[in-house]
């Protein structure tokens, strides 16, 4: 049983940048594919990042990044050149299998960390 805590979430402006964090424990980290999703308000949970295989959302390639540290059993999202669409609720969630790119592909999720975009 795999538990994931995301932090760094908050407020920034337009252009800004922000890491959020998704730790782990409970589980053999390194197994797992790692996914950072993102809820608006009103909107269905989208997918933005996935890794390992490192896959993007369109709406976020050149301006995210997703990188995992194993020994810290951490994923990270760093997230650039912020827009006001980016601002939702993101949420960390692991799979024990191969690329996923579908919320119903995710057995463990994150309880989720706002992230609000001023213009």
């Known amino acids: 049983q795999v538990q994931l805590v995301e932090s760094g979430g908050g407020l920034v402006q337009a252009g800004g940048s922000l890491r959020l964090s998704c730790a782990a424990s409970g589980g053999t980290f390194n197994i797992y594919t790692v996914a950072w999703f993102r809820q608006a308000p009103g909107k269905e949970r989208e997918l933005v990042a996935v890794?390992?295989?490192?896959y993007y959302a369109d709406s976020v390639k050149g301006r995210f990044t997703i990188s995992r540290d194993n020994a810290k059993n951490t994923v990270y999202l760093q997230m650039n050149s912020l827009e006001p669409e980016d601002t939702a609720v993101y949420y960390c969630a692991a799979r024990s299998g191969l690329l996923g790119t579908r919320v119903p592909q995710y057995n463990y999720w994150g309880q989720g960390t706002q992230v609000t975009v001023s213009s």
């Open positions: 890794i390992t295989p490192t």
